[in-house]
């Protein structure tokens, strides 16, 4: 498991290897904020990068084949790579992936499927100031709700659940289609947190992982 925390500010970071494919130019020419759309286009060529360097493939060669419960396979929902084959058609790439975008920074987490044994990865980063008042109590299991209760910083509680809940919920590939508050994290053994000193990270984020099998 590689786990890496890339800043996405600054006029004088290098911009990583490869090109925005079509679709992910089209979803950040929607972006109202040029520097969301910026933040995005950089974090989806550094996740390329950290598969291709794993996997000891050239970025460019490496396709987005993310995969949506909605719409299929394109250019959102859970990551997912492939290459192109030479006559044609795409051949998958046998890796799990996940990313988050928060307050300037991108985490990113892969896991190359060991001995054919895949996994489904999820990460979350998120800064503490930007979600300790956002998250309705509603979004909470019960139990949460009653730790939150119990806690001397009820934000910065909220705020590092809601991380595990959302890790669990991109390393299941549905997101927030599922009501969270039906999503269990105290006591899961299946999500992480992560210190965000130790990737790297300055203070007020916190970062969850979760990995379950398919
Ligand atoms: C998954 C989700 C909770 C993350 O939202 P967020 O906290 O605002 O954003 P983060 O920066 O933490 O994560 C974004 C990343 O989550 C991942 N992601 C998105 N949907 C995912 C899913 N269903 N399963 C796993 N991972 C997913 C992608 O890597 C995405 O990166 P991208 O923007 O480069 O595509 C949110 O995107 C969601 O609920 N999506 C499902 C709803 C949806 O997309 N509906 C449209 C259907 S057509």
Redesign the pocket.
């Known amino acids: 498991m590689i786990l890496r925390a890339v800043p996405l500010g600054g006029a004088d970071l290098p911009w990583p290897t490869g090109e925005p494919t079509a679709g992910e130019a089209q979803r950040a020419r929607a972006m109202a904020d040029r520097d969301k759309a910026r933040e995005?286009t950089l974090?989806?060529l550094a996740l390329r990068g950290l598969v291709a360097s794993v996997l000891g493939l050239p970025p460019q060669v490496i396709l987005p084949a993310?995969e949506?419960?909605?719409?299929g396979q394109g250019e959102?929902?859970?990551?997912g790579f492939a290459l192109y084959r030479d006559h044609g058609g795409q051949v998958g790439l046998p890796i799990a992936a996940?990313?988050?975008?928060?307050g300037g920074w991108a985490l990113l987490a892969v896991a190359p499927a060991d001995d054919g044994e895949r996994v489904r990865l999820?990460v979350?980063?998120a800064a503490v100031a930007d979600l300790r008042n956002a998250v309705p109590e509603a979004a909470f299991s019960r139990a949460e709700r009653r730790r939150l209760s119990q806690v001397p910083d009820r934000g910065a509680e909220a705020a590092r659940l809601w991380a595990r809940k959302?890790a669990l919920?991109?390393?299941r590939?549905?997101?927030?289609?599922t009501d969270p508050a039906t999503v269990e994290t105290l006591d899961n053994p299946s999500i992480a947190d992560l210190s965000t000193s130790g990737l790297g990270l300055p203070g007020g984020f916190v970062a969850a992982l979760a990995v379950v099998k398919p």
């Open positions: 995005f974090a989806r993310y949506c419960p909605d719409c959102h929902g859970s990551p996940s990313a988050s975008r928060a999820g979350d980063l959302e919920l991109k390393a590939g549905e997101g927030l289609r």
